[in-house]
């Protein structure tokens, strides 16, 4: 109520999730309070909709808040746009209903994507250039952190993330001026929620099962609370504020949420499981537009590197293993034979032997057949090809020499059972 207030006029205000709902109405809002607005997010049209709303200072970026190249390439795009970047508020969701045991895995996972990911994306690529400004960043959470209701497990994990992100963060970046905070928003009245109320068996599921606690606001209720914390960089933001209450008695939520669950969760369970048997993957798909793009993109992702597999693994097959197993493995191979051919050069030691001790015969000089044996020896170990050759001319260089009465010792006796 008497927090220090921050005027927008002319600041440069990023937000992801634009398109729609909670995104597109605060952009509305602060452009109404003479904001510059940069407006990310997947639905481009819809983007370039909303920024014309917003007024000759808003311009669109169709990115993908879960691919860190095109999010990097927004974020460059709005500095080179505007100069700078002094508030963030990273609002991109998507929401999947259905129970853990018969969610579909890709869906789930989707929400986390992006739910989760897709926020410490979001402030990891925006978050030198609020340093540089000492701005401010909101990071939209939910009361799924605080109260979480059956069918509803991936949402409630990834903003239960983001919450503990935010906190975490915030501790982080004090020090260099840098604000954050955590929006709590309930059940607010945007095309998510409205999808999910229209799903056969969590739509009744909510409406029945909560009382209270499935009470939906409007988005101009909510923008209104989101706006205001904007311009006060409020530490938390919770909509409506009595959520505040259930934050302080959290740690008794969820036996309450159980007793409550067990009236209407085991026959919702057995319709889960009906549901899915019918429909397949589509009984636990994203809701609404914004999860219909999320779930589009990697639709489009999967089909991407198929095209790739057909021209660009085979290609290398082709050009890189094939080539480098001709020339490097091949090669490798001949010296790997040549070596293992060392053993078989034990009859030409014998052969080379026996002529050493002709030659020691025909000359009567012991030190001529001490050099002819160290020779054989020699040329035994020295190559492959041509080892009578070497043997040969290491006899006339190097008679008697010490280089040549080593390999002697090691290998005297073999040679002199003959000569005995």
């Known amino acids: 109520m008497f927090a220090k207030r921050h005027d927008v006029r002319r600041k440069v205000v990023l937000i992801t999730g634009a398109a729609r709902g909670l995104g597109a109405g605060l952009a509305r809002r602060l452009a109404g309070q003479g904001a510059k607005l940069a407006l990310v997010g997947l639905e481009g049209e819809e983007l370039r909709k909303v920024a014309a709303d917003c007024g000759a200072d808003a311009t669109a970026w169709e990115a993908d808040v879960t691919d860190w190249d095109a999010l990097r390439a927004a974020v460059n795009a709005v500095i080179e746009r505007y100069g700078r970047i002094d508030v963030v508020v990273a609002n991109a969701g998507i929401a999947a209903a259905g129970f853990v045991r018969s969610i579909d895995p890709a869906a789930f996972e989707k929400v986390i994507e992006v739910d989760l990911l897709g926020v410490w994306r979001t402030v990891r690529t925006t978050l030198p250039h609020l340093i540089e400004s000492r701005g401010y960043c909101l990071i939209v959470s939910s009361m799924a952190a605080v109260v979480q209701l059956p069918g509803n497990a991936p949402y409630n994990a990834a903003k239960a993330g983001v919450e503990a992100f935010g906190n975490t963060l915030r501790a982080e970046v004090r020090h260099l001026g840098v604000g954050i905070g955590i929006a709590h928003p309930t059940w607010i009245s945007t095309e998510m929620v409205r999808g999910g109320d229209e799903h056969p068996v969590f739509g009744p ?108 693994p085979e290609k290398g097959s082709e050009k890189g293993p094939e080539k480098g197993s001709e020339k490097g493995p091949e090669k490798g191979s001949e010296k790997a034979e040549e070596q293992p051919k060392k053993p078989a050069a034990t009859p030409s030691r014998r052969r080379t032997a026996a002529a050493a001790k002709t030659t020691a015969k025909t000359t009567r000089s012991t030190g001529e057949k001490t050099g002819a044996n160290a020779s054989g020896q020699t040329g035994g170990k020295t190559s492959g090809t041509g080892r009578k050759t070497a043997g040969t001319e290491t006899a006339k260089k190097t008679p008697g020499t010490s280089s040549a009465a080593k390999p002697v010792r090691r290998t005297r006796k073999p040679p002199a059972t003959p000569s005995d």
């Open 205 to 312: 599921l909510r409406r029945n099962a909560l009382g209270p606690l499935g009470r939906t606001y409007s988005v101009p209720f909510a923008v209104d609370a989101l706006a205001e914390g904007v311009v006060t960089r409020a530490r938390t933001v919770h909509i409506p504020r009595n959520l505040l209450a259930a934050k302080v008695v959290r740690a008794l939520i969820p036996p309450v949420v159980e007793r409550l669950g067990a009236r209407h969760v085991p026959a919702a369970d057995r319709a889960a499981l009906a549901d899915v048997e019918r429909r397949g993957a589509r009984a636990s798909a994203p809701v609404g537009p914004g999860g219909k793009a999320a779930m589009a993109v990697d639709k489009a992702a999967q089909k991407g590197p198929e095209k790739g597999s057909e021209k660009g």
